[in-house]
């Protein structure tokens, strides 16, 4: 079955009582047994709920794996994954990584014993050399967010599972649509599903998919004893649309291509960071393990100075300055002051992250108004 046939039928099946086509909300905290242990596989909606389910089977179909987990939030999945982990274990990731991932993982777990890494990823030998005897996870961003860099799944997978220790991937800026991580060589993938998956600003939610049966024991046990799952009324909000998923990706793709394309050639921008660039770190690996090269985009300004950026944050009139990204409208924000400020000031200089550094999440509007946004904003 091809991903667009996925995209809408996966998981999804007429309600047995109505014949209704769309997935019911199961607005339910509970279940009526017939007897004490006697009931139709549900028992309390925080473990189980027919329509959480419905959207598990549809996000593991997408990634191509075998069991879809949903969560509260993003951070809610990762929080999930660290606590497979133990005091002592050792943790390598990248060290262009979403905020609110390095918050958690050294304000939260580094004060319960686990240690974590940071390393520039798109070498695989940084993390080779990163790896020890104690290295239980290696996690991954990529694209990254923000400065969207490249890492090589595949490589960074073989070198994982030499050293025994499972691979994540936060797959939020590619989406199944245009990788599938499990395909090359990752044990878990992760979602902030409110970025594309749920694809229309109105929902916060995370998800992870595995293929391993005895991991996602694991982890079910953690989704439903930490019990950080999300409502029904979400969890039908994201099935709907998953279904545009692979059309609304396309145009993503499209409308970023033509986006970098314009920034490229303006003379007040300086460095342009878009996957999609043969001149861009890894644009090979990015072909090799993509299927396109996504709606997000960063650049800095010549001449480095605060004020401009702050003047092109504050001109645009279609692209609103917001936290987020995915969605179906345009957003842009400003990394160091908000989706990254979390983390020190000195550790985000070092991956890049300038305080003129833009990033843009280009939407699903017709590109010459996105063109013509800019093009005033910047001028």
Not at 80 to 108: C, H, M, Q, W
Not at 168 to 184: C, E, H, I, K
Not at 284 to 307: E, H, N, P, Y
């Amino acid at each position: 079955m091809r991903f667009g046939t996925k995209a809408i039928h996966a998981g999804v099946e007429p309600d047995p009582s109505t014949g209704a086509i769309m997935t019911p909300i199961f607005q339910t905290s509970t279940y009526v047994q017939a007897a004490p242990g006697d009931h139709k596989g549900y028992e309390y909606s925080r473990t189980h709920n027919p329509t959480r389910t419905a959207l598990q089977k549809a996000l593991a179909a997408l990634e191509n794996g075998k069991h879809g987990l949903c969560f509260a939030s993003g951070m809610a999945s990762i929080d999930a994954v660290i606590k497979l982990l133990a005091p002592g274990d050792e943790v390598v990731s990248t060290n262009d990584l979403y905020g609110g991932t390095y918050r958690l993982f050294t304000r939260i777990f580094e004060g319960f014993g686990v240690k974590f890494r940071f390393v520039d990823m798109t070498d695989p030998a940084h993390v080779a050399k990163a790896i020890t005897a104690r290295t239980k996870l290696v996690w991954v961003e990529t694209p990254t967010n923000p400065m969207l860099n490249i890492i090589d799944i595949a490589a960074i997978g073989a070198l994982a599972k030499k050293a025994g220790a499972w691979l994540g991937v936060d797959n939020t800026f590619a989406s199944p649509y245009l990788q599938t991580p499990l395909d090359l060589g990752a044990d878990i993938v992760m979602h902030s599903v409110t970025k594309y998956l749920g694809g229309h600003s109105d929902v916060v939610m995370g998800a992870l998919v595995v293929k391993d049966d005895v991991l996602h024991e694991r982890l079910a046990f953690i989704q439903n004893s930490c019990g950080a799952t999300p409502g029904p009324q979400d969890c039908f909000l994201v099935l709907r649309g998953l279904k545009t998923l692979h059309l609304r990706v396309q145009r993503h793709c499209e409308n970023g291509a033509v986006i970098a394309e314009f920034l490229a050639a303006h003379p007040k921008v300086d460095k342009l960071y878009w996957p999609g660039l043969p001149t861009h770190r890894n644009h090979d690996v990015a072909k090799k393990q993509m299927r396109g090269f996504g709606g997000m985009i960063s650049f800095t300004l010549k001449g480095d100075r605060m004020d401009d950026a702050t003047r092109v944050l504050a001109s645009t009139k279609l692209f609103s300055l917001a936290e987020s990204l995915g969605g179906v409208e345009s957003l842009l924000g400003h990394p160091a002051s908000m989706t990254h400020a979390s983390i020190p000031r000195e550790e985000r200089l070092k991956s890049g992250v300038a305080d003129t550094l833009i990033r843009l999440s280009v939407g699903l509007e017709d590109k010459e108004d996105l063109i013509a946004d800019l093009r005033q904003a910047l001028g």
